[in-house]
């Protein structure tokens, strides 16, 4: 999935991430928004929330349940994720973090609060089982491969299983990944291509993989995307003379649909060809 790498790689010998730790039960926001501007500096931008207790103890609920179920969430009369209670947590989670997210912009605090944007937001919940198997970079073996999501920001509970790592600079050569540990009731953000076009690469979308080490793994993903009508377009703050807006505007739903197209491309020439 991801390209493979001169060397193999242990999964447990690779460095660990540092990375700036966000508490949502922190009264001092402009502490928060501090923290997420220092992540800009380092290209890729990934942060983890803390104290978010209710939402780990539902994740390990639902894995006792169900592994790799997709559910999508709209807020139109279409397909209701109703039965699960932390719903409403990870929307009040999403919405503090595009608080925090408007404020490092220099925006209004409720900018993203707007109907078209996450006030009726697309949500996909995702839970995911990686089999106990050994990956190998050297060969191109992994639990996931190098990738970054293209949505707009997503949401990540893990198990206590060492196997996701970043790269902080997607552009360097060679690229340096490194692991991100696992912490008890917290919440990893990985910011997608969207923010990334939407803010005119002031934020890096998170470049990640999953390397596994011969143990099981589950991971609770909840990718959010702005309505299929909202316009992405440079933010009002992201641009100037000197750093006009490098990407012409776009509605979210045209978006998601090309890159949704480019992902699955060869897989549609592949069906082409066996018919």
């Known amino acids: 999935m991801g390209s493979s790498e001169s060397e193999a790689v242990a999964p447990l010998a690779s460095k660990t991430a540092t990375l700036n730790h966000i508490s949502l039960a922190d009264p001092d926001i402009e502490k928060s928004v501090s923290l997420l501007k220092q992540e800009t500096i380092r290209k890729g931008t990934i942060l983890v929330l803390k104290y978010l207790k209710m939402i780990h103890k539902q994740k390990n609920h639902f894995m006792d349940q169900i592994c790799g179920l997709l559910l999508i969430c709209y807020l139109d009369g279409g397909r209701q994720w109703s039965s699960i209670r932390g719903k409403h947590s990870f929307r009040r989670v999403t919405k503090a973090v595009a608080k925090i997210i408007a404020l490092a912009l220099d925006l209004d605090a409720d900018f993203f609060d707007k109907r078209e944007m996450l006030g009726e937001p697309i949500a996909v919940l995702r839970l995911i089982y990686y089999e106990g198997n050994i990956s190998n970079p050297a060969k191109g073996i992994y639990g996931a491969g190098a990738h970054s999501d293209y949505g707009l920001l997503t949401l990540l509970a893990t198990d206590d299983v060492v196997g996701l790592q970043v790269c902080k600079d997607k552009d360097a050569q060679p690229q340096i990944w490194e692991f991100v540990a696992p912490l008890r009731g917290a919440l990893i953000v990985n910011l997608g291509d969207m923010l990334e076009r939407w803010s005119n690469c002031i934020f890096r979308s998170t470049m990640h993989r999953v390397v596994l080490n011969g143990q099981d793994r589950y991971s609770v993903a909840y990718f959010v995307e702005p309505s299929h009508e ?10 100037s003379e000197a750093n006009p807006p490098k990407f012409p ?27």
């Open 230 to 239: 909202c316009l992405v377009e440079c933010l009002p703050s992201c641009h």
């Open 249 to 275: 505007p776009v509605t979210c739903g045209s978006y998601l649909l090309k890159r949704y197209n480019n992902t699955h491309a060869n897989l549609s020439t592949y069906k082409k060809h066996e018919t």
